[in-house]
C-alpha cells in the first residue's frame, strides 16, 4: 500500500508558542509514519509554508489535484484546517467525480498531543484511507462525512461539522480551477441595490444566499442590478439561508425577481457547493 500525505496546514498539526498555536514542522509527517501498518510506504506532500485554511484557495485546489492525479496508485489523506474545509470538499469532491479515487479529508479542533480530537481523526482517516468506499470524505468526530455536503456549524466543539444532501456532481475530467472572480453574497434587510450591484460588477460569477424558500426584497432597483450583471455574463445561483429544505421556485411571489431576470436555482445547494459548481462551469468554457 502506498499512502499519499497532503499536508496543507491547520490546528491538527500546530503546537503551542509564545504567541499562540503555530504550524510545528514535521509533526504531522511522524505522526502518520507511526500509525502506519508495516510494508506500508509514506510519500508527503507538505506546503511551505504551511497554511491556515483562511488563505487556501483555487491555486492549493489545483496543487492537491495535480500531486494526486501524479500518485494514482496511492490512497490519499488531505490534512486541512477546518474553518474553510467545506468549501475544499466540495472542490476536491466535484473535480474528482467519476474519478474512483479515495480521498480522505483530516483536521482537527484541538492540535496532536493535546488531549483533543487529532490523535482520533487521524487514526479514523488512515483506516479510512485503506478500507473506504471510493470519493472524497471527511474524517471527523468519529464518523466519515461526505466532503463535498459539509457545513460547519460550531467553531469550538469536536463535532464541528453536519452535511446537507447534495446532487450528485458531474464528471469534470481532469478539469482544473482556473483564474475567475467569484464571490458568495448574502441578502439581508435594507441591503441597498447598489451595494449589490457594486460588488457583482468585480465578479464573474456569484452565489447569492437568499431567504427561505427563494424570496427577495421586492425592489425594482435589485431586479435591475441582477438583470445588469446576468446581461453582461456574471451568472448568479441561487441558495437559501436556511441549513435544510433548499429552493422552491414560484412558491412565493416575492422571489419572482430572481427568476425572471435569469438567476438560477440551486436547490438544496450549499454556498460552498454552488460556488465550486460555477467554479468549475467557468473554468471549462
Not at 491547520?10 to 503546537?15: D, H, N, P, V
Request: hydrophobic share 45%; proline share 6%.
Amino acid at each position: 500500500m502506498t499512502l499519499l500525505l497532503i499536508h496543507t496546514g491547520g490546528t491538527i498539526g500546530m503546537g503551542p508558542g509564545p504567541g499562540g498555536l503555530f504550524p510545528v514542522e514535521g509533526k504531522l509527517e511522524r505522526a502518520v509514519e507511526a500509525r502506519l501498518p508495516k510494508g506500508t510506504e509514506l510519500l508527503a506532500e507538505v506546503f511551505a509554508p504551511l497554511l491556515d485554511s483562511a488563505d487556501v484557495g483555487p491555486a492549493h485546489w489545483n496543487r492537491i489535484l495535480d500531486t494526486i492525479s501524479a500518485h494514482p496508485e496511492a490512497d490519499v489523506i488531505v490534512s486541512h484546517g477546518t474553518d474553510t474545509m467545506a468549501y475544499t470538499g466540495a472542490a476536491l469532491s466535484q473535480a474528482l467525480a467519476g474519478s474512483g479515487r479515495r480521498v480522505i479529508l483530516c483536521g482537527a479542533m484541538v492540535p496532536l498531543g493535546m488531549q483533543g480530537d487529532a490523535e482520533a481523526n487521524l487514526d479514523l482517516a488512515i483506516d479510512a484511507a485503506r478500507a473506504a468506499s471510493p470519493g472524497v470524505w471527511l474524517a471527523f468526530d468519529g464518523r466519515l462525512w461526505p466532503a463535498g455536503a459539509l457545513v460547519k456549524t460550531d467553531s469550538h466543539a469536536h463535532a464541528a461539522f453536519s452535511t446537507v444532501p447534495q446532487a450528485e456532481a458531474p464528471p469534470r475530467a481532469g478539469i482544473r480551477f482556473a483564474e475567475r472572480k467569484l464571490a458568495v453574497l448574502t441578502l439581508t434587510p435594507g441591503l441597498p441595490a447598489a451595494a449589490i450591484g457594486a460588488m457583482l460588477s468585480q465578479l464573474d460569477a456569484a452565489v447569492l444566499r437568499v431567504f427561505g424558500a427563494g424570496t427577495a426584497m421586492n425592489d425594482p432597483a435589485f431586479l435591475d442590478v441582477l438583470s445588469a450583471a446576468i446581461n453582461r455574463g456574471c451568472r448568479i445561483r441561487a441558495v437559501s439561508q436556511c441549513l435544510h429544505g433548499g429552493l422552491e421556485p414560484g412558491a412565493y411571489a416575492a422571489g419572482g425577481c430572481l427568476w425572471s431576470a435569469g438567476v438560477e436555482n440551486g436547490g438544496t445547494e450549499t454556498p460552498e457547493a454552488a460556488l465550486i459548481r460555477l467554479w468549475l462551469d467557468l473554468s471549462a468554457q
